[in-house]
């Protein structure tokens, strides 16, 4: 064969070798919703979020919910650059914040598809036309959802000691019974000799109220959530299609977000990242069956510390908002800050330290 038709061959062979490569990888990589977000510029951060031809459902320290014109079974869910901190929003915004929240909710939904969540879509282009003149300040901060009810609790779930979590531990007295010394906190036997930040045996599901504005949540026991899903549902049903009996529902949310949380924290820690807990909020659709509203396994609602640094004993390193919570807490200890509104200004190098761990926490977990 001569030469030049031997090299022509050769061309031709790797022309089709890296064609099948492509096609394979591009039919391989995951359709992803989240990634049709665009990260706003973080020279544009946005702290009220105003949108007067829509009606306002509720604002809250971070998030503003608004109604569609016309429409009772879905709503606007905008997260704005604001932070809060021991229940107190900042008045400083960290830049480019909503729209990392929004696009790491938008990924674990995806992630855990077979969960149900309150997801239309996050398609600006796909809203319905009263939101279209807003479409800009909406575009990567924001979600179409379906309209639904909270439950009155905050479902939280930690693999890790941690926070508030390990003072009670550290508060609680040491109890001996015929299999040894443990301690008792908030219903859970846990082993006597517990270091600050170690694992957990097993993921404990630990719930608490949903304070009004101003005030603190409190850890609650299983047995009181109950009551609170009880005459929460009886005041909402009023001849709606009666739910399961409550301690069954009790148990269904224990097990459903202690799987969750078991899912994403198994998936996270390939990623380099620990989720040592995290708080979910969850709603009943009209069939009864739970529904993750609000956000999902964020820096706002979980605890990520890198795996590289983690070590037992001590505080953590982290992804998430523990940073301001450190750099609060010195100002509490010093007399500078009573943990209450007004927030104290924050320097700019807390911010942006604030705002490169979110960042990084996105790009780690979606790479």
């Not at 022509?8 to 089709?16: E, K, M, N, R, T």
Request: aromatic residues 10%; glycine residues 6%.
């Amino acid at each position: 064969m001569p030469f030049f038709v031997k090299g022509l061959a050769f061309y031709w062979f790797l022309l089709v070798y890296y064609t099948c490569c492509l096609t394979i990888l591009f039919i391989l990589q995951p359709s992803t919703h989240y990634k049709e977000i665009t990260m706003l510029p973080v020279s544009t951060p946005l702290i009220e979020i105003d949108c007067p031809g829509l009606p306002l459902l509720s604002r809250g320290k971070v998030r503003a919910n608004f109604g569609i014109p016309g429409d009772d079974s879905r709503m606007l869910m905008v997260a704005s650059d604001r932070i809060s901190a021991f229940d107190v929003g900042m008045e400083d915004p960290i830049p480019g914040k909503g729209a990392i929240l929004t696009k790491l909710s938008l990924f674990w939904f995806e992630l855990l598809a077979d969960v149900k969540n309150h997801l239309v879509t996050a398609d600006v282009d796909r809203y319905p036309e009263a939101c279209r003149p807003y479409a800009e300040q909406l575009r990567g901060r924001s979600m179409l959802v379906r309209k639904l009810q909270p439950l009155p609790v905050e479902f939280i779930v930690r693999g890790y000691i941690s926070g508030s979590f390990w003072k009670a531990y550290c508060k609680a007295p040491l109890l001996k019974d015929f299999q040894g010394s443990y301690k008792l906190v908030l219903g859970h036997r846990l082993p006597a000799d517990l270091k600050e930040s170690e694992k957990l045996p097993t993921p404990i599901f630990t719930p608490s109220t949903k304070a009004a504005p101003g005030m603190h949540d409190e850890n609650i026991s299983f047995k009181q959530m109950a009551i609170l899903l009880e005459d929460w549902i009886k005041s909402k049903s009023k001849g709606a299609k009666p739910c399961p009996d409550i301690s069954l529902l009790s148990i269904s949310i224990e097990k459903f977000v202690l799987r969750c949380y078991q899912r994403a924290a198994d998936y996270a820690l390939t990623k380099g990242i620990i989720i040592a807990d995290t708080k979910l909020e969850l709603a009943l659709d009209e069939c009864c069956n739970l529904v993750i509203i609000d956000e999902a396994f964020t820096p706002d609602s979980s605890r990520f510390w890198p795996l590289a640094t983690y070590a037992p004993g001590r505080s953590q390193e982290s992804y998430d908002k523990q940073f301001l919570r450190d750099y609060l807490e010195g100002l509490f200890k010093a007399g500078l800050w009573d943990k209450k509104a007004p927030a104290p200004k924050l320097p700019e190098d807390i911010i942006e330290k604030t705002r490169q761990r979110y960042e990084e926490a996105l790009r780690l977990l979606t790479s």
